[in-house]
C-alpha cells in the first residue's frame, strides 16, 4: 500500500486530493498544525480515514518527524497562506510559510525519506505582470504580490533541492482552480454565496472590485489529478495546469446570477477597497505540456463548475436559514 503525506489537507485541494489517494488505496496521512484548532468541514466525509498527525511548516523538527511516522512513499506540499489578498497586511507570514516553509519540508524530506516523490503547490500568480500569453512552464516569473513572490521561492527552492540533491521535486504550476470547497475568501465563492444570499433574500447587493480582471478558471477535483499524475512519471519535472480558457469576473458574476434568473448589474456594486494594489489583470495557461506527459486533460466546463458551486450554496445556506443559524431577514 502506498503512504502519503498531505501538508494542507483541510483546505480545498487538500481535501480533493486526500479523496483521490483514499478512493486508489493509499494510506494517507494529513498534516495537522499542533496550535491551531483544524476545520475539518471539507473532510468530513472521510476524516476518519485519515492519519493525523501534528505538525507545522514553520517547525522543521515536526515535519522531519512527520516523515519519519508516515514514511512517506509520495509527500505533496499544499499548506500555504494562499489568500492573495492577505498577503499584503501579512508579507512576514506569507513569507514564513508559502516561501520559507517549502525550504523546511523538503529539507525535511532531504534529511528522513529521501527517495519519497515529492509534490510543490506552485501558483500561476508568480507570472503576474505576464510578460507573454499564454503563460507555459518558461515563461518569466514577474508576481505582483507578496503571495506570488512567496510562491516563487518555494518554486525555485523546489528546482534547487531536485537539481541538488537529487530529489524527485515536482512542482504544479496551478492556475485558479474553484469548487465549492474554496474558501470564502476567494472571488468565486465570494460571488456564488453571494448569488445564493441574494437569491434567498438575505442581502440585496454584493461588493465587488475590478470586474475586467482575466482568469483562467478550473475545476479543482480535476487540478488534484493532475498533482497526483506527476509523481507516478519516471523523472520529476514542472508542469503548468491549465484550461487554456480566458473568462474575466464580470463573466463569473453574470453565469451565477443567470444561473438563478437574475441579473449581476441589478445586485453588483463596485467597491475600491477590493481593488488589489498591484493588480494581475490577465493569467492564461499553456498546459499543452500536462496533456502530452501526463495525459491530463479538464473535465469540468467553466460554466458547469459555476453551476455546481451555485447550487451548493444555494442547499447551504437554504440548509443554515432553516437551522436557525442564518436569521431571516
Known sequence: MKKALITGVTGQDGSYLAELLLQKGYKVYGLRRRTSTPNYENVEAFKHEIEWISGDLT????????????KADEVYNLGAQSFVEASW?????????TALGVTHIL???????????????????????????????????????????????????????????????????????????RGIEFVSRKVTDGVARIKLGLQKELRMGNLDAKRD???????????WLMLQQDTADDYVIAT?????????????????DLN??????????????????????DCSKAQEKL??????????????????????????????????V
Not at 517547525?59 to 508516515?70: G, M, P, R, T, Y
Not at 487554456?244 to 438563478?260: D, N, Q, W
Not at 449581476?264 to 495557461?285: M, N, Q, S, T, W
Not at 495525459?295 to 436557525?324: C, H, N, P, T, Y
Open 295 to 328: 495525459g491530463w486533460r479538464q473535465e469540468v466546463s467553466f460554466q458547469e463548475m459555476i453551476r455546481i458551486m451555485v447550487e451548493a450554496d444555494l442547499q447551504r445556506v437554504e440548509w443554515a436559514m432553516k437551522s436557525r443559524l442564518i436569521p431571516v
Open 217 to 227: 478558471w478550473g475545476f479543482a477535483g480535476d487540478f488534484v489529478k493532475a498533482m
Open 264 to 285: 449581476y448589474e441589478d445586485h453588483v456594486v463596485i467597491d475600491p477597497k477590493f481593488i488589489r494594489p498591484a493588480e494581475v489583470d490577465l493569467l492564461l495557461g
Open 89 to 97: 497586511p501579512q508579507p512576514l507570514l506569507t513569507g514564513q510559510i
Open 59 to 70: 517547525d522543521l523538527s515536526s515535519l522531519i518527524e512527520a516523515i519519519q511516522v508516515s
Open 107 to 181: 529539507e525535511a524530506v532531504r534529511i528522513a525519506r529521501p527517495q519519497a516523490k515529492f509534490y510543490q503547490a506552485s501558483s500561476s500568480e508568480m507570472f503576474g505582470k505576464v510578460v507573454e500569453t499564454p503563460q507555459k512552464e518558461s515563461t518569466p516569473f514577474y508576481p505582483r504580490s507578496p503571495y506570488g513572490v512567496s510562491k516563487v521561492y518555494g518554486h525555485w527552492i523546489t528546482v534547487n533541492y531536485r537539481e541538488s540533491f537529487d530529489l524527485f521535486a515536482s512542482s504544479g504550476i496551478l492556475f485558479n482552480h474553484e469548487s465549492p470547497r
Open 244 to 260: 487554456g480558457e480566458l473568462h474575466t469576473v464580470r463573466e463569473l458574476l453574470e453565469t451565477a446570477f443567470s444561473h438563478v
